[in-house]
């Protein structure tokens, strides 16, 4: 199984930059995705890093290090309506292809 | 919209009784994934089908039982319900089994309140 462990919260202004760190630790390392929930809606995908590096989408990137265990989410230019909580997932193969494992997400507070 | 949809959107029930909740995958995807989310635990994965067939099973009690019919939609029957039930159940959906690649995507979810 995995561990994933995320920070609960993070406060950042409009328009600033926030990172989002997850770890975690697993058999058999099989993906690593982003995702963005506001309250009481769906999960929404963001972004996937299956190796090493940083993936970049307009002011979503995501960053992954295996050999860390080790993953962001970096948000920049920073809106309102970013206030979310962001979910880290990761896939294991040596459990299932398809399951994700979710860690407890990182509510994001943008304040004016 | 995500294309994976999920009734009913809202559900109040009492203790002891039994629900179905119904998930419509997106079109062209064969793997349904149902999760349940309360107010003090996270996304916990409960069950995988795909095209039909039970692929993988999560933190899924024994009252509670899933099966993907050959339209693909599926269904989660929760059964003797408690109050510890209550929460927010996602479906969500991917093409495959899944290669490394496979995104899945989220229904908007069924609110199950138990009383």
């Known amino acids: 199984g995995q561990n994933i462990d995320q920070p609960t919260e993070m406060t950042a202004t409009e328009g600033a930059i926030v990172q989002i760190n997850c770890t975690y630790q697993t058999s058999g390392f099989n993906g690593l995705f982003w995702y963005q929930q506001h309250a009481g809606e769906a999960p929404t995908f963001l972004s996937y890093?299956?190796?090493?590096g940083l993936e970049e989408k307009g002011r979503f990137s995501s960053f992954l290090s295996r050999s860390k265990g080790y993953s962001y989410l970096l948000l920049k230019e920073l809106q309102m309506k970013d206030s979310a909580s962001y979910l880290c997932?990761?896939?294991?193969?040596?459990?299932?292809?398809?399951?994700?494992?979710f860690g407890a997400g990182t509510q994001v507070v943008v304040t004016p | 919209d995500s294309g994976v949809t999920q009734t009913p959107k809202h559900l109040i029930t009492a203790t002891g009784q039994r629900v179905t909740l119904r998930c419509s995958p997106r079109?062209?995807?064969?793997?349904v994934y149902w999760y349940q989310q309360s107010l003090d635990q996270g996304l916990q994965f409960l069950i995988q089908?795909?095209?039909?067939?039970?692929?993988a099973k999560g933190n899924i009690l024994e009252r509670f039982s899933a099966q993907q019919f050959p339209d693909l939609h599926s269904e989660l029957n929760l059964s003797s319900l408690e109050l510890g039930d209550s929460a927010l159940y996602f479906c969500a959906s991917s093409v495959g089994v899944a290669g490394p690649q496979e995104t899945q995507y989220f229904g908007p979810g069924t609110r199950l309140l138990v009383l």
């Open positions: 997932a990761v896939r294991d193969r040596t459990d299932s292809w398809g399951k994700l494992q």
């Open positions: 079109s062209g995807d064969l793997s």
């Open positions: 089908y795909y095209n039909g067939e039970e692929r």
């Open positions: 890093n299956v190796l090493d």
